[in-house]
């Protein structure tokens, strides 16, 4: 049975990406970074975790020579004379931005050459034109924030103004996006999506790759939380990916989290939406069951960049990687004979680096299943060699950019 399994740990970045002076972040590391500091002390957080970064399983499959490949170094801890169980490589992206549809994308074979439309810094960061269509379409008594932020200080800055004003609060960061927040009961959900999908038509001519709806709860600074009902008005891609090609042959393309939302639910054929790693984990093991002879499944795991990297939380980070790979067994025991799975990530987001943005980083590649090959695969000059790996392993036509692994 040849199946597909593609895991992205959203932002896991390994360090030494050619061109990260060119983004200002020059020795970002996101692994590398997170092992020094827990064998530092730096890691420790009571009643979380302590200790130096414990991955056991993810560095018997290589994640240790990937992170070396990449930045000249393994990462604290890690064992250099350990021989791996699986296929490794570090990857360079070759996109134009460091954002999440750009690494997705190129992931899937499409290599985004093009500049996408971001917002400057000043305040306010938005083109008056936009927002005051914005208020006018929509019918809004105005908007917060209008600025780049980190998501979860706006909502704690503006929430309550927010509850009380009926103004959504409308930030941007240094990536091409556009994100709005507003509460679940006082704002209302389905108005949220409504006015997203107004500004995603409004951005259009300004080349955004993203309008994100970032809906929360509570009633006080202190107790605003975002909600998973997150969702992503993306731009579909430029040109057809590896998941519109295995469509177009009949293929089954499961989407678990915040995929179908990347590629505009495009190359799309079933949805399982699920928040937070641990129920994506479940969504995912699910998939894998319900996935047939040729099948892809993809899944996109956000906690990691999400709720530590853009935090700048190196203790949380340092945990969630610790429990996906306690739970990486249960992905690595459905794999059947002629299954291929690989792990990977879209970019860095260092949490020991300045600001609250995603970091230029090359990615670990991580391929294995039954009968794969191990050892050395790289390095890979772009991410869509991941993808065409998957192409060439369920017998699909090669696609125009990148070359398969195996």
């Known amino acids: 049975m040849a199946r597909a399994f593609l895991f992205v740990l959203d932002s896991v970045g390994i360090g030494g990406a050619p061109d990260e002076a060119a983004f200002g972040d020059t020795g970002a590391n996101t692994l590398g970074h997170i092992a020094q500091a827990c064998a530092d002390g730096g890691g420790d957080r009571e009643g979380l975790r302590r200790g130096p970064l414990n991955l056991p399983n993810m560095e018997r499959l290589g994640l240790g020579h990937a992170a070396h490949a990449a930045s000249g170094t393994f990462p604290a801890g890690m064992d250099a004379t350990l021989t791996a169980q699986a296929g490794w490589a570090c990857a360079a992206e070759v996109s134009s931005g460091k954002d999440t549809p750009s690494g997705h994308w190129e992931i899937a074979g499409v290599p985004v050459r093009f500049q ?38 706006v909502i704690a800055e503006y929430g309550i103004e927010h509850i009380t004003s009926g103004k959504p609060i409308v930030y941007t960061s240094s990536d091409s996006v556009v994100q709005i927040a507003a509460h679940e009961e006082f704002f209302g959900l389905n108005r949220l999506y409504e006015l997203c999908a ?37 731009v579909p891609p430029p040109e057809p990916t590896l998941l519109d090609r295995l469509e177009d042959d009949g293929r089954s393309i499961f989407a678990v989290g915040k995929i179908a939302d990347i590629f505009a639910h495009q190359g799309i054929t079933d949805i399982r939406k699920a928040n937070g790693n641990d129920a994506m984990f ?99 000059p772009t991410f869509a060699d991941i993808g065409e790996t998957i192409a060439a392993h369920l017998g699909i036509d090669p696609g125009p950019h990148g070359s398969t692994m195996l």
């Open 282 to 380: 479940d969504a995912t093991l699910q998939a894998m069951d319900d996935a047939a002879e040729g099948d892809l499944v993809f899944t996109n795991f956000v906690d990691f960049d999400q709720l530590y990297g853009h935090r700048r939380d190196v203790p949380g980070y340092a945990a969630c990687l610790e429990h996906f790979d306690r739970r990486l067994p249960e992905l690595m025991a459905k794999l059947q004979p002629g299954d291929l799975m690989i792990l990977t990530a879209d970019h860095g987001n260092d949490p020991t680096w300045k600001g609250t943005d995603h970091t230029r980083e090359q990615v670990p590649v991580i391929v294995t299943g039954p009968g794969i090959a191990t050892g050395n695969l790289g390095p890979r």
């Open 116 to 153: 996408w439309g971001v917002f400057p810094t000043t305040i306010p960061t938005f083109p008056a034109e936009l927002t005051t269509a914005m208020i006018e379409q929509a019918d809004l008594p105005g908007v917060l924030a209008n600025k780049h932020a980190s998501g979860t200080e």
């Open 198 to 234: 107004l500004t995603r038509k409004l951005v259009d001519p300004l080349n955004i790759g993203r309008v994100i709806a970032r809906p929360f709860i509570g009633k006080t600074a202190d107790t605003f939380e975002r909600t998973g009902n997150r969702r992503d008005y993306s």
